[in-house]
């Protein structure tokens, strides 16, 4: 059987045997396939060097191999705070705004790509399957071919694919777009992001798309589909059940004091649409006196991304936004808003998300949003709570049994959350049912197979012959 070489920015060593909820998403995602495939996973350590020296430190615990390499001051600030967070992401998320473009990030971009290819090039034989993550690495492909590599090469946009006439705002643009056609497989997280890309295929780069989703631009041809990530269901249904979990749990209800619990946990980015939140509650505050000292929402996010300014200033406004809430409706014995910036480990959110009435995700744009799935999967079935989620996301497009609404309007919130915590049991368990279902049947296990699938059934780029 091929091995399966998996490549991403960063690489947390998934530990086999640590608590649950330890460890991030994606480690334990990718874990159970890379012991399945004998895999090896790439990327960069989190850790900076003098002069980037291409050597690779090669781990391996309970099955599973991770080659790791450290990388410059330069390649860090400009290649990941500069081209990937300040550049891409914005973009990605509709935010043209705080887009930045600087020669010097595109130019570290392209370097650090570079030195990803020619630093794996070396460990993949020729019939492994690769498997490139994200937004960090659109180029990598192209890189690897340079390398001379035929494998097949896959890649999946973790977050959304922006519409064509905000990616043609980017410099260089067709330069990135047409690097990834050098993939076998392009996975993107749902039909949306999936049509802009075709779109822009069409109109910027004069491609066709076949009946088969296949996509033919000149002699390329790739395949693109819709891969919606899940959660990891089975372990997280376990972490629920331990003993962190409640003590978690009853940590919150004891604490709530009998009031109705509103949750919301994200990493503390513009994307999540935080203010906005926190202004639709404002209003729910203003319009129904009825339901202070009975209400209280808990937002949890911890800062991410410190070296990028946009984050601190987000973080500002945000510190400044609870307590004018806080000052403008506390009493005595009534904060309306508990805004806590720290992480919690997965164990611990799931006590959270079980000991709240009402979830509450709202991000403007979001390629999926991982946390809406966990707090499904973490209710209570004979008393559920309700899901309150922003049609932005690409969770939307799975979970229609949520409280949709446009994460951009006080009042769709206000109103959200009012038939949230009004909502009588059976329509809060039909509602939970639908969505625990499909949580549940399409998890991550389901989309690495389905991925895995798919990619191994591309031709091999040797065999391909293409009518131009
Ligand atoms: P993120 O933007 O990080 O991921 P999300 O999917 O919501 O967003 O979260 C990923 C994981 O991080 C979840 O397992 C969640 O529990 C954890 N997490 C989030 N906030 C946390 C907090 N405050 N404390 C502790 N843990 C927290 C990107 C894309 C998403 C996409 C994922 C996976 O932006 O759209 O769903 O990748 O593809």
Known sequence: MSRLIVISNRVSAPKGRSPAGAQGGLAVALGAMLREYRGLWFGWSGEKTDHFTGQINMHREDGITTATIDLEEQDVDEYYNGYANRTLWPLFHYRIDLAEYDRSFGSGYERVNH?????????????????????????????LRQAGLKNRIGFFLHIPWPPRRLLVSLPFHERLVRSMLDYDLIGFQNEEWLDSFRDYVRYELGGTIEEDGTIIV???????????????????????????????????????????????????????????????????????????????????????????????????????????????????????????????????????????????????????????????????????????????????????????????????????????????????????????DSVEKEDVVWWRQNFVQALKGVEKRANLTIAS
């Open 115 to 143: 030195r990803f290819a020619e630093t794996v090039a070396p460990l993949i034989e020729p019939d492994d399957l690769v498997w490139v993550h994200d937004y960090h690495l659109i180029p990598l492909a192209t890189q």
């Open 218 to 436: 000149g002699k390329r041809k790739v395949k693109a589909g819709c891969f919606p990530i899940g959660v990891d269901f089975e372990e997280f249904t376990e972490a629920v059940k331990s003993e962190e979990t409640q003590q978690a749990y009853h940590r919150l209800l004891k604490s709530a004091e009998g009031k109705s619990v509103i949750v919301g946990v994200d990493r503390l980015d513009y994307s999540k649409g935080l203010e906005e939140r926190f202004w639709g509650y404002r209003r729910f505050l203003e319009e129904h006196p009825d339901y202070h000292r009975h209400v209280l929402l808990l937002q949890v996010a911890p800062p991410s991304r410190g070296e990028v300014h946009t984050y601190e200033a987000i973080r500002e406004r945000l510190d400044e936004l609870s307590g004018r809430i806080n000052g403008g409706f506390a009493e005595v014995d009534w904060v309306p808003i508990r805004y806590v910036n720290r992480g919690y480990n997965r164990a611990e959110l799931a006590g959270f998300y079980r000991a709240s009435d009402v979830g509450l995700i709202t991000p403007l744009r979001d390629g999926m949003n991982l946390v809406a799935k966990e707090y499904v999967a973490a209710q209570d079935p004979e008393d559920p709570g309700v899901l309150i989620l922003s049609r932005f996301a690409g969770a939307a497009t799975q979970l229609r049994d949520a409280l949709l609404v446009n994460p951009y309007s006080k009042d769709e919130i206000s109103d959200a959350i009012r038939q949230a915590l009004d909502m009588p049991l059976d329509e809060r368990k039909r509602r939970w049912q639908s969505m625990y």
